[in-house]
Protein backbone atom coordinates (compact mmCIF):
# COMPACT_ATOMS: atom_id res chain seq x y z
CA UNK A 1 0.00 0.00 0.00
CA UNK A 2 3.05 2.32 0.86
CA UNK A 3 4.41 1.47 -2.13
CA UNK A 4 1.62 2.56 -4.74
CA UNK A 5 0.91 5.83 -3.00
CA UNK A 6 4.56 6.55 -3.27
CA UNK A 7 4.22 5.60 -6.99
CA UNK A 8 0.93 7.92 -6.91
CA UNK A 9 3.24 10.83 -5.72
CA UNK A 10 5.67 9.90 -7.73
CA UNK A 11 3.78 10.31 -10.99
CA UNK A 12 1.49 13.28 -9.58
CA UNK A 13 4.49 15.40 -9.46
CA UNK A 14 6.03 14.38 -12.99
CA UNK A 15 3.16 15.32 -14.55
CA UNK A 16 3.52 18.62 -11.86
CA UNK A 17 6.81 19.09 -13.49
CA UNK A 18 6.08 18.84 -16.90
CA UNK A 19 2.79 21.03 -17.10
CA UNK A 20 4.89 23.58 -15.04
CA UNK A 21 7.79 23.43 -17.97
CA UNK A 22 5.29 23.69 -20.59
CA UNK A 23 3.79 26.81 -18.94
CA UNK A 24 6.74 28.39 -18.77
CA UNK A 25 7.75 27.26 -21.89
CA UNK A 26 4.76 28.82 -23.47
CA UNK A 27 2.59 31.40 -22.19
CA UNK A 28 -0.24 33.44 -23.89
CA UNK A 29 -2.15 37.06 -22.96
CA UNK A 30 -4.26 39.85 -23.81
CA UNK A 31 -3.28 42.63 -21.45
CA UNK A 32 -6.64 41.99 -19.15
CA UNK A 33 -7.60 39.47 -16.63
CA UNK A 34 -10.48 39.12 -13.69
CA UNK A 35 -9.25 41.96 -11.62
CA UNK A 36 -8.20 44.17 -14.25
CA UNK A 37 -10.93 43.58 -16.75
CA UNK A 38 -11.51 44.84 -20.72
CA UNK A 39 -14.49 47.66 -20.35
CA UNK A 40 -16.58 47.78 -23.14
CA UNK A 41 -20.44 49.46 -23.93
CA UNK A 42 -23.23 47.78 -25.32
CA UNK A 43 -23.42 47.77 -28.88
CA UNK A 44 -20.08 47.90 -29.13
CA UNK A 45 -17.04 45.58 -30.98
CA UNK A 46 -13.63 45.44 -30.89
CA UNK A 47 -11.02 43.55 -32.39
CA UNK A 48 -8.27 42.30 -29.66
CA UNK A 49 -5.06 40.68 -29.55
CA UNK A 50 -3.88 37.74 -27.71
CA UNK A 51 -0.37 37.28 -27.92
CA UNK A 52 1.46 33.85 -28.22
CA UNK A 53 4.85 33.78 -26.56
CA UNK A 54 7.19 30.61 -28.01
CA UNK A 55 9.65 31.17 -24.84
CA UNK A 56 11.74 27.81 -24.88
CA UNK A 57 9.81 25.47 -27.14
CA UNK A 58 13.16 23.72 -29.46
CA UNK A 59 11.80 23.42 -33.25
CA UNK A 60 9.06 25.86 -32.94
CA UNK A 61 5.51 25.10 -31.84
CA UNK A 62 1.98 25.25 -33.72
CA UNK A 63 -0.84 26.33 -31.64
CA UNK A 64 -4.61 25.90 -32.13
CA UNK A 65 -6.98 28.58 -30.00
CA UNK A 66 -10.69 28.04 -28.78
CA UNK A 67 -13.19 30.09 -26.86
CA UNK A 68 -14.02 27.40 -23.76
CA UNK A 69 -16.42 30.07 -21.95
CA UNK A 70 -18.21 33.48 -23.24
CA UNK A 71 -18.80 32.03 -26.67
CA UNK A 72 -21.98 34.03 -27.21
CA UNK A 73 -19.83 37.42 -27.33
CA UNK A 74 -16.09 36.59 -28.20
CA UNK A 75 -14.70 34.25 -31.60
CA UNK A 76 -11.35 33.16 -31.47
CA UNK A 77 -9.62 32.87 -35.32
CA UNK A 78 -9.20 29.43 -35.94
CA UNK A 79 -5.93 29.16 -37.98
CA UNK A 80 -2.66 27.21 -36.32
CA UNK A 81 -0.23 29.34 -35.38
CA UNK A 82 3.26 28.08 -36.05
CA UNK A 83 5.61 29.78 -33.84
CA UNK A 84 9.30 29.34 -33.81
CA UNK A 85 11.39 29.41 -30.89
CA UNK A 86 11.72 32.57 -29.17
CA UNK A 87 9.37 34.80 -31.04
CA UNK A 88 5.81 36.17 -30.80
CA UNK A 89 2.48 36.31 -32.54
CA UNK A 90 -0.82 37.25 -32.55
CA UNK A 91 -4.21 35.60 -32.12
CA UNK A 92 -7.53 37.76 -32.94
CA UNK A 93 -10.21 37.55 -30.67
CA UNK A 94 -13.78 39.23 -31.66
CA UNK A 95 -15.54 40.69 -28.51
CA UNK A 96 -19.07 42.47 -29.37
CA UNK A 97 -21.47 42.75 -26.53
CA UNK A 98 -25.25 42.78 -26.77
CA UNK A 99 -27.24 45.85 -27.29
CA UNK A 100 -29.42 45.11 -24.47
CA UNK A 101 -26.38 44.06 -21.98
CA UNK A 102 -27.11 45.96 -18.72
CA UNK A 103 -24.77 48.56 -17.48
CA UNK A 104 -22.11 46.69 -14.49
CA UNK A 105 -22.79 43.11 -16.19
CA UNK A 106 -19.79 41.41 -16.30
CA UNK A 107 -18.99 38.75 -19.12
CA UNK A 108 -16.44 35.83 -18.38
CA UNK A 109 -14.34 34.83 -21.27
CA UNK A 110 -11.81 31.87 -20.91
CA UNK A 111 -9.69 30.50 -23.58
CA UNK A 112 -6.92 28.04 -24.39
CA UNK A 113 -4.53 27.22 -26.85
CA UNK A 114 -3.26 23.77 -26.87
CA UNK A 115 -0.17 22.46 -28.88
CA UNK A 116 -0.83 20.60 -31.72
CA UNK A 117 1.25 18.79 -34.26
CA UNK A 118 0.54 17.94 -38.17
CA UNK A 119 0.48 14.20 -38.79
CA UNK A 120 0.01 14.25 -42.97
CA UNK A 121 -3.29 14.27 -44.24
CA UNK A 122 -4.47 12.26 -41.10
CA UNK A 123 -5.51 15.55 -39.65
CA UNK A 124 -4.23 17.25 -36.35
CA UNK A 125 -3.54 15.68 -33.06
CA UNK A 126 -3.48 17.53 -29.90
CA UNK A 127 -1.23 17.42 -27.02
CA UNK A 128 -0.13 19.79 -23.73
CA UNK A 129 -2.15 23.26 -23.58
CA UNK A 130 -2.47 26.64 -21.58
CA UNK A 131 -5.50 28.53 -20.61
CA UNK A 132 -6.50 31.69 -19.80
CA UNK A 133 -9.13 34.36 -19.28
CA UNK A 134 -10.57 37.64 -18.17
CA UNK A 135 -13.57 39.87 -17.46
CA UNK A 136 -15.22 42.15 -19.94
CA UNK A 137 -17.46 44.78 -17.57
CA UNK A 138 -20.11 46.88 -19.51
CA UNK A 139 -19.70 50.25 -19.19
CA UNK A 140 -22.11 53.21 -20.25
CA UNK A 141 -21.60 54.61 -23.64
CA UNK A 142 -19.20 57.69 -23.59
CA UNK A 143 -20.61 60.61 -24.74
CA UNK A 144 -18.51 61.00 -28.17
CA UNK A 145 -19.77 57.28 -28.70
CA UNK A 146 -23.46 58.22 -28.50
CA UNK A 147 -22.95 61.33 -30.95
CA UNK A 148 -21.92 58.59 -33.60
CA UNK A 149 -19.90 61.06 -35.55
CA UNK A 150 -16.12 59.51 -36.06
CA UNK A 151 -12.81 62.21 -36.23
CA UNK A 152 -12.76 60.70 -40.01
CA UNK A 153 -16.06 62.16 -40.75
CA UNK A 154 -15.09 65.27 -39.05
CA UNK A 155 -11.95 65.71 -41.11
CA UNK A 156 -13.48 64.92 -44.34
CA UNK A 157 -16.43 67.60 -43.33
CA UNK A 158 -13.69 70.30 -42.64
CA UNK A 159 -12.15 69.34 -45.81
CA UNK A 160 -15.21 70.08 -47.55
CA UNK A 161 -16.25 73.56 -46.06
CA UNK A 162 -12.78 74.72 -46.89
CA UNK A 163 -12.73 73.45 -50.45
CA UNK A 164 -16.19 75.83 -51.15
CA UNK A 165 -14.63 78.83 -49.00
CA UNK A 166 -12.09 78.63 -51.79
CA UNK A 167 -14.28 77.95 -54.96
CA UNK A 168 -16.64 81.00 -53.53
CA UNK A 169 -13.04 83.00 -52.77
CA UNK A 170 -12.50 82.34 -56.68
CA UNK A 171 -15.24 82.97 -57.93
CA UNK A 172 -15.57 86.54 -56.31
CA UNK A 173 -11.71 87.69 -57.33
CA UNK A 174 -12.66 86.33 -61.05
CA UNK A 175 -15.51 88.44 -61.07
CA UNK A 176 -13.59 91.15 -59.25
CA UNK A 177 -10.70 90.98 -61.95
CA UNK A 178 -13.18 91.25 -65.05
CA UNK A 179 -14.77 94.25 -63.88
CA UNK A 180 -11.76 96.69 -63.49
CA UNK A 181 -10.50 94.90 -66.55
CA UNK A 182 -13.47 96.63 -68.37
CA UNK A 183 -12.97 99.68 -66.33
CA UNK A 184 -9.57 100.02 -67.30
CA UNK A 185 -10.35 99.14 -71.33
CA UNK A 186 -13.42 101.81 -71.14
CA UNK A 187 -10.82 104.55 -69.80
CA UNK A 188 -7.90 103.86 -72.31
CA UNK A 189 -10.12 104.54 -74.90
CA UNK A 190 -9.41 107.75 -77.00
CA UNK A 191 -12.65 110.35 -76.67
CA UNK A 192 -14.36 110.89 -80.59
CA UNK A 193 -13.15 113.39 -82.41
CA UNK A 194 -15.39 116.58 -83.26
CA UNK A 195 -15.26 118.13 -86.77
CA UNK A 196 -15.97 122.01 -86.77
CA UNK A 197 -18.82 122.94 -88.48
CA UNK A 198 -19.20 124.03 -92.23
CA UNK A 199 -18.84 127.39 -93.27
CA UNK A 200 -20.86 128.80 -96.34
CA UNK A 201 -19.76 131.75 -98.29
CA UNK A 202 -21.84 134.49 -99.07
Do not use: C
Not at 93 to 105: L, S, V, Y
Not at 128 to 142: A, L, T
Request: aromatic share 6%.
Amino acid sequence: MLIKNKTGILIAGILILFLTSFVTAFGVGTGYSIKYPLEMYPGQKISLSVTLDNNDIEGGASFKGEIIEGSEIATLDKGIHKIPQGEKEKAEMKIKIPENAIIGQQFLIKYRFEQVSEEGESGVSFSQGISSGFNVKVIERPPEAKQGISTTTITLILLALIILVAIIIWIVLKRKNNQTSQLKSQLTKSPPTKTPPKKFKK
